[in-house]
């Protein structure tokens, strides 16, 4: 029996009840019953999708000579390859001491105030060399891969000075070449104050210098940098500061795509929907006006399911969001602090934590995520002229890759990134 699915719809992005109305192309019966009729995706040699069709209509169209190579997927699932929308990949060390203190009760805050936190990942971080990054770096991002994460969003963050912040760039930049899946490099030098200094001083350094000299290596083509972001929270940046460095970084012609109201409300929302941010992540505190600011600016809520669960924050209000039109995506927020590199786990924390239905769930980590990230137009559906970016899985229908935790790398049987099968 050969049952074949293709998620695929024609939308940019699907905002608040578009969410659920993904469309997806069944296999089915012919006349002649014998054959069940399969679906097709065409791959041209610079891996974009070139037809995408029933096989009795493909048929008449192609002849087996015209492929280099066929991937047999009878009997299984065809989605597009998952997009993450959020993570910190690039550091040294780990927090698993900090792990067993949250447990026992302590806050995030309390840990960052005291020096821990961000704090003793930048430590660790500046310690380590470019090729130690490097490899870590490699071997996280393939695991991503294997889960079926093509395109993943990375951010810098660990190194705040500006000397760090480039080494974290110039490592993404290298995995962003020479790897098989498709980065979206985020510069996050904002993403704590540095030690000894302040809030006000480290805006200043940014606005004035840092995003200035990250763009002079842009220009060179040594670094690749697609979005800026600033940690927006109560004791980290104010409002007013994160605009200022958003603001910037939108000058050069970065999406603003950053941390706010996480674990309290600032205001943050209605700040990046004014200034026209692409996305926004977290969102756990987002007020009323704050849903209706993103509603109209078209901003997408990046919610990040495994933070919420591991810190046990309240949900963020996501059917509020969904009814009042928002486009919601999804991320795991790969980082130290909640580390998961499975983006399936986070599609299931979503439904059961998030309250969010299984399309709904494929659509903010792919179509979704790709518009967070500004990718809409190649990435994240199964379209003539997008990127063969996609996911197989060994199940009688999609759904099984969420419904089955924690068993993705069985189900998932080939992962196809850029048309070549990784
Ligand atoms: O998205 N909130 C700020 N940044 C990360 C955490 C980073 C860390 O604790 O190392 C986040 O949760
Ligand atoms: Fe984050």
Same mark, same amino acid.
């Given at each position: ?75 299984? +699932? ?109 510069? +996050? ?42 940690? +927006? ?66 901003t997408v809520a990046t919610l990040l399911p495994t933070t919420a669960f591991q810190m046990r924050l309240p949900a963020p209000p996501v059917r509020r969001m969904i009814e009042q039109g928002v486009a919601v995506a999804i991320g795991s927020d790969f980082n130290p602090n909640a580390h998961c590199l499975s983006m399936p786990v986070v599609m299931y924390l979503a439904a059961v934590t998030f309250h969010m239905s299984l399309e709904e769930v494929l659509a903010a980590s792919t179509i979704n995520a ?53």
């Amino acid at each position: 029996e050969q049952v074949v699915q293709v998620v695929n719809n024609g939308a940019k992005v699907l905002r608040g009840n578009e969410m659920k109305s993904l469309a997806v192309l069944e296999s089915r019966l012919p006349k002649d019953a014998n054959r069940r009729d399969g679906l097709s995706v065409v791959v041209d040699r610079t891996g974009n999708i070139h037809d995408i069709g029933y096989d009795s209509d493909l048929d008449g169209k192609y002849t087996e000579q015209d492929f280099d190579h066929i991937v047999d997927a009878t009997g299984q +699932c065809v989605i597009p390859g998952l997009i993450d929308g959020h993570t910190h990949p690039v550091w040294a060390g780990d927090r698993v001491n900090e792990f067993s203190m949250k447990l026992a009760g302590a806050t995030y805050m309390d840990i960052h105030k005291a020096g821990g936190g961000i704090y003793s990942t930048v430590t660790s971080t500046h310690l380590a060399t470019e090729e130690q990054l490097y490899s870590s770096l490699v071997q996280r991002l393939q695991t991503m891969l294997q889960n079926g994460s093509t395109t993943i969003e990375a951010k810098s963050g660990y190194g705040l000075d500006l000397e760090n912040e480039l080494k974290i760039l110039r490592v993404l930049h290298r995995a962003q070449k020479e790897g098989p899946w498709n980065l979206s490099i985020t510069y +996050c030098g904002a993403h704590a104050v540095p030690k000894g200094s302040s809030a006000e001083v480290a805006v200043k350094d940014i606005v004035e210098h840092h995003l200035n000299a990250v763009m002079e290596e842009t220009k060179a083509g040594r670094l690749t940098v697609d979005n800026v972001d600033v940690f +927006c929270e109560t004791g980290v940046f104010t409002v007013e500061q994160a605009k200022a460095i958003l603001r910037k970084g939108q000058s050069f012609g970065l999406n603003a795509n950053f941390h706010a109201e996480e674990l309290s409300y600032l205001g943050g929302a209605e700040m990046g929907a004014a200034i026209g941010s692409k996305a926004i992540s977290h969102l756990e505190y987002i007020s009323p006006e704050g849903i209706a600011a993103i509603a109209q600016s078209g901003t997408v809520a990046t919610l990040l399911p495994t933070t919420a669960f591991q810190m046990r924050l309240p949900a963020p209000p996501v059917r509020r969001m969904i009814e009042q039109g928002v486009a919601v995506a999804i991320g795991s927020d790969f980082n130290p602090n909640a580390h998961c590199l499975s983006m399936p786990v986070v599609m299931y924390l979503a439904a059961v934590t998030f309250h969010m239905s299984l399309e709904e769930v494929l659509a903010a980590s792919t179509i979704n995520a790709a518009a967070s990230l500004n990718l809409a137009d190649s990435r994240g559906s199964l379209e003539i002229g997008k990127v063969a970016d996609m996911v197989l899985i060994d199940s009688p229908s999609w759904e099984h890759l969420i419904y089955q935790l924690g068993n993705a790398t069985k189900l998932i049987s080939t992962v196809i990134s850029k048309g070549f099968v990784v």
